[in-house]
């Protein structure tokens, strides 16, 4: 089925341990983002992309590295992981002036 | 400064009747997109509705009406004729001129019957 394909779904890290979370559309949209949802909380904004090769931060950069070598990737690198970044994260993807379409989120915790 | 608030964390509603979800924003952009999202207890969000900084007609999809107030930097969500599947986490988000788009807190919606 069309949509964002995130993996894994669930992962524990190790303190300083470093990871890459997938995230991948497949409906040629031009806009990805990546968000972080704690609990009780709102989406953070991670980093954001408006096409392939083009990223740029958002409200929470910190600690996590972005690429977009193609329209249909946009994967997340955490560079060295703490428990600070115990959280839900979700990729999205959309159209101009259009709503997002979400991945199923990744659910990590960093012990 | 791009700011989405939502000032309600949480609203009760008798089945059937409507409920207004309240969102303010504030940004220095001529031009912006307003949305609103679902997120039931499964964690999945879901897009309900878009309106344009330039519409000048509110917008609405099937039970979701979006209510534009442009000079009061104002959208609210309207439900119309809640059932007990509208019962979830409801998040206003903003889209600035360079595609950059942060969320409110949300708000939790109960539906009673």
Redesign the interface.
Same mark, same amino acid.
């Given at each position: 089925n069309a949509g964002v394909t995130q993996t894994p779904k669930f992962q524990v890290l190790k303190t300083g341990q470093s990871m890459t979370l997938q995230c991948a559309q497949d409906m040629n949209h031009e806009y990805m983002s990546w968000y972080r949802q704690d609990p009780g909380m709102g989406l953070r904004l991670i980093h954001y992309s408006v096409g392939a090769g083009i990223t740029d931060q958002g409200e929470v950069p910190n600690g996590y590295n972005v690429s977009r070598s193609t329209t249909e990737d946009f994967p997340l690198r955490l560079l060295s992981a703490a428990p600070s970044q115990t959280s839900v994260y979700f990729c999205a993807s959309s159209s101009y002036n259009y709503g997002y379409t979400f991945g199923s989120g990744t659910r990590l915790t960093v012990v | 400064a791009q700011k989405i608030t939502q000032t309600q964390p949480g609203m009760f509603v008798q089945e059937k009747e409507a409920v207004t979800l309240d969102c303010t924003y504030d940004t220095s952009d001529q031009s912006y997109?307003l949305?609103w999202?679902k997120q039931p207890s499964s964690?999945?969000?879901? &897009?309900?509705?878009?309106q =344009?900084s330039y519409d000048e007609q509110n917008a609405t999809e099937g039970r979701y009406s979006l209510n534009f107030q442009k000079a009061r930097k104002s959208a609210n969500l309207v439900i119309s004729a809640s059932q007990l599947g509208d019962s979830a986490m409801y998040?206003c988000?903003m889209r600035e001129g360079? &595609?950059?788009?942060?969320? =409110?807190?949300?708000t939790r919606l109960f539906v009673k019957a």
């Open positions: - | 997109g949305f999202y964690g999945e969000m879901i &897009f309900l509705i878009y =344009g998040f988000a360079g &595609f950059k788009t942060i969320f =409110g807190a949300g």
